[in-house]
RNA sequence: GGGCCUGUAGCUCAGCAUGGAUAGAGUGCUGGACUUCUAAUCCAGUGGUCAAGGGAUCGAAGCCCUUCGGGCCCGCCA
């Protein structure tokens, strides 16, 4: 009996007796309390029912409260009615925290099944390979990663791939600057090679173009080279893209995120998928050849309204657009296509998880990373163009098949940041931008971080030797920037300030990095730990219980963020069950309890807690670290 | 012009999907708690016309409509 099932209880005892008492079937709602005073659970039934019955809420739920007292069952034990007209329910503490203690200790604690293990790929990062990682791709790694390691608690069978655009306008810039530009193709020494192609050859190299036209001849020139894949300049730039996205990569796992499958533009481009689509979207009426106008001569898409325009497929040249990449990629990914990709080992990851590449050549294996569900995280920039790219599958009717864009607001500058950039922008907030070299990488961030949490932890821990304190630094600097990346809604714009970043206190991740921390330190000093098994009715502070309900939760959160692909529920969950935590630690002794008994009670409770708490970080993808 | 998002305490944000009790956190500011299981902590105080107006409802921060402020998107670029 979790707090699922002790709100469950009282919602099925509640309509057995409102049907017994002739009142009509309302859906109504048995919840937490909103506050502590009013008990653990209310329910609502009094205010839906008084429409029908043109009696008043409390009156109902007196009705309902006298019948409930006759038999308040294993889980409840007390029932009110409060002035307001809610019916207010008090647990039976000494039952719900021996079954919230015996849950606890499951190891699959907090999993729900919601997915019945149903293929679902995970697209997220898919950040061009010419530049390094910026804050703004943060933030879709983590909400990507998080989301991918929630939906797998809530029993779904998630494949996350990393798109990779290697023969794109982007990559041409660079290959341009190492070509023709007069940029070494190795970095200076000590800087990452994507830093390098990102920081000095992207950005310098896109603000030469309008001065020097034969640099912008080449790019052209380049890209065609890129998209037919045959030429020294298509090998070189395999060669290039490969070695950013391998550093790249490093930051991503840096951050704690991991994939299944990289799936290559090129490839995608070369595997033919594209004719296969458009016949079938011509022969469907879906695509459509533009006879006059302005798109004269053009595949276009018609839009069903006359405020939008139509989207053109393939240009009057014959030369498909980018979206014509973007459809059979979407419909590779629900497995609407036969695969015309092998898989080739890349990488074994530090998860243990195996990281795959595609492969056109026949020396790969077979393997499938298809989804009935397919969820790509991209920001709401692109909503317009995600949503044309859903209307054009869902024309292909596919029952059972769904493609969904989880968009979300972008990353900004704050005014003091920008200026760090020597950009001024008059008080307001900048825009992030690549080819401007407007941005903070992600690797500065975590370095910088790194600093900062390793001052914190020497002066905590000064016994502790190097390699500890600098594991320790970087945990929790990841903590701190994946928890600033995940805790609000995903249609809120974030202002990245890096001086802010720093602080380590209030809401933030090393908050509840720290409380798991105090309450390894608790169960360390303990020593052996006891049978958890009885004597939980001796946890009777309200601090005692607001932990183990806080701990008893576990698994609606996971449900409900599952449910929204909204991972900030998680994230809010950690922050309260720290905050009981640590109110508990403040306030109740633990090893030096009054008796024995009590010591063994509150251990079992911490440890519920170190355990709960550390599955919990572990779907945002935060280390918990057992010293800080 | 059209579309999407957003507006809640000085600042950053929960709460809105599914209406219900005195609207909550963090931060800031003021004060208090370390010979104690780690003070990256805790406790108290301070701080609100839930952008504005209207509507439906017994009841609105939440639902509907209108207006205003802020951000983003609308290329034969990606």
């Given at each position: 009996m979790t707090m699922r099932l002790f709100l469950e209880g009282v919602k099925s005892k509640v309509r057995e007796i409102s049907a017994d008492l002739g009142y009509p079937a309302v859906s109504f709602e048995v919840t937490e309390t909103s506050k502590q005073d009013f008990g653990d659970a209310s329910c609502n039934i009094g205010f839906l029912l008084s429409k029908h019955l043109k009696k008043r809420p409390s009156d109902i739920a007196q009705s309902i409260a006298e019948?409930?007292?006759?038999?308040?069952g294993m889980m409840v034990s007390e029932v009110n009615v409060h002035p307001s007209g809610y019916l207010n329910f008090v647990a039976n503490?000494?039952?719900?925290?021996?079954?919230?203690?015996?849950?606890?200790?499951?190891?699959?604690?907090?999993?729900?099944d919601l997915g019945k293990?149903?293929?679902?790929?995970?697209?997220?990062?898919?950040?061009?390979?010419?530049?390094?990682?910026?804050?703004?791709?943060?933030?879709?790694?983590?909400?990507?990663?998080?989301?991918?390691?929630?939906?797998?608690?809530?029993?779904?069978?998630?494949?996350?791939?990393?798109?990779?655009?290697?023969?794109?306008?982007?990559?041409?810039?660079?290959?341009?600057?190492?070509?023709?530009?007069?940029?070494?193709?190795?970095?200076?020494?000590?800087?990452?090679?994507?830093?390098?192609?990102?920081?000095?050859?992207?950005?310098?190299?896109?603000?030469?173009?309008?001065?020097?036209?034969?640099?912008?001849?080449?790019?052209s020139i380049v890209?065609?080279?890129?998209?037919?894949?045959?030429?020294?300049?298509?090998?070189?730039?395999?060669?290039?893209?490969?070695?950013?996205?391998?550093?790249?990569?490093?930051?991503?796992?840096?951050?704690?995120?991991?994939?299944?499958?990289?799936?290559?533009?090129?490839q995608i481009v070369r595997s033919g998928l594209w004719k296969l689509v458009f016949e079938r979207m011509k022969s469907m009426g879906i695509a459509y050849l533009e006879k006059e106008g302005k798109n004269a001569g053009c595949w276009v898409v018609k839009s069903d309204s006359e405020d939008e325009e139509d989207k053109i497929l393939v240009r009057s040249n014959g030369i498909a657009t980018y979206i014509a990449k973007d459809i059979p990629y979407a419909c590779w990914k629900l497995g609407m296509l036969d695969d015309p990709f092998q898989y080739r080992q890349y990488y074994v990851q530090r998860d243990k998880r195996v990281l795959w590449e595609t492969t056109l050549e026949k020396t790969g294996t077979k393997l499938d990373f298809t989804g009935d569900r397919v969820i790509t995280v991209i920001d709401s920039r692109q909503a317009r163009l995600q949503k044309i790219i859903t209307k054009i599958i869902s024309g292909f009717q596919s029952p059972g098949k769904s493609y969904v864009h989880l968009g979300y607001e972008s990353v900004t500058l704050s005014?003091?940041?920008?200026?760090?950039?020597?950009?001024?922008?008059?008080?307001?907030?900048?825009?992030?931008?690549?080819?401007?070299?407007?941005?903070?990488?992600?690797?500065?961030?975590?370095?910088?971080?790194?600093?900062?949490?390793?001052?914190?932890?020497?002066?905590?821990?000064?016994?502790?030797?190097?390699?500890?304190?600098?594991?320790?630094?970087?945990?929790?600097?990841?903590?701190?920037?994946?928890?600033?990346?995940?805790?609000?809604?995903?249609?809120?714009?974030?202002?990245?300030?890096?001086?802010?970043?720093?602080?380590?206190?209030?809401?933030?991740?090393?908050?509840?990095?720290?409380?798991?921390?105090r309450a390894v330190r608790i169960l360390e000093k303990a020593g052996v730990m006891p049978d958890c098994d009885h004597g939980f009715e001796m946890l009777s502070t309200p601090y005692e219980k607001n932990l183990a309900k806080a701990i008893g939760k576990f698994d609606m959160q996971v449900e409900d963020s599952a449910k929204n692909l909204s991972p900030k529920?998680?994230?809010?969950?950690?922050?309260?069950?720290?905050?009981?935590?640590?109110?508990?630690?403040?306030?109740?002794?633990?090893?030096?309890?009054?008796?024995?008994?009590?010591?063994?009670?509150?251990?079992c409770l911490v440890r519920s807690f170190r355990e709960t708490l550390g599955k919990a970080l572990f779907l945002l993808g935060i280390d918990a670290p057992e010293r800080m």
């Open positions: 019948r409930y007292k006759d038999d308040m503490y000494s039952n719900l925290l021996k079954s919230i203690m015996t849950s606890s200790q499951d190891p699959n604690y907090g999993s729900f293990n149903s293929p679902t790929v995970l697209e997220h990062t898919s950040v061009n390979p010419n530049k390094a990682l910026h804050i703004g791709h943060v933030r879709n790694i983590i909400i990507g990663d998080t989301i991918g390691r929630i939906l797998r608690k809530a029993n779904y069978d998630v494949r996350v791939l990393n798109y990779v655009d290697d023969s794109g306008l982007q990559v041409a810039d660079i290959i341009v600057g190492l070509l023709y530009g007069g940029f070494a193709k190795e970095p200076p020494k000590g800087q990452k090679f994507d830093h390098y192609c990102g920081d000095m050859v992207y950005v310098s190299i896109t603000a030469r173009y309008e001065q020097e036209p034969q640099l912008a001849e080449k790019r890209l065609k080279e890129l998209e037919e894949g045959k030429s020294e300049t298509a090998k070189f730039g395999d060669e290039i893209t490969r070695r950013v996205l391998e550093e790249q990569l490093k930051t991503c796992w840096r951050l704690g995120a991991t994939y299944d499958c990289l799936n290559f533009e090129s005014p003091g940041t920008a200026k760090t950039l020597n950009l001024d922008t008059g008080g307001k907030s900048a825009q992030m931008s690549g080819r401007k070299g407007i941005y903070v990488n992600a690797d500065y961030v975590l370095d910088i971080l790194g600093v900062r949490t390793y001052e914190e932890a020497k002066k905590r821990n000064p016994e502790l030797d190097e390699p500890a304190l600098v594991k320790i630094a970087e945990q929790v600097a990841v903590g701190a920037l994946r928890y600033a990346m995940i805790k609000q809604d995903l249609d809120k714009i974030i202002m990245f300030d890096m001086s802010e970043s720093l602080s380590l206190e209030g809401d933030t991740g090393p908050y509840i990095q720290y409380a798991y921390a529920i998680i994230a809010r969950y950690c922050y309260e069950l720290s905050v009981s935590f640590n109110s508990f630690y403040e306030h109740v002794k633990v090893l030096g309890a009054e008796s024995e008994a009590l010591v063994t009670a509150r251990l």
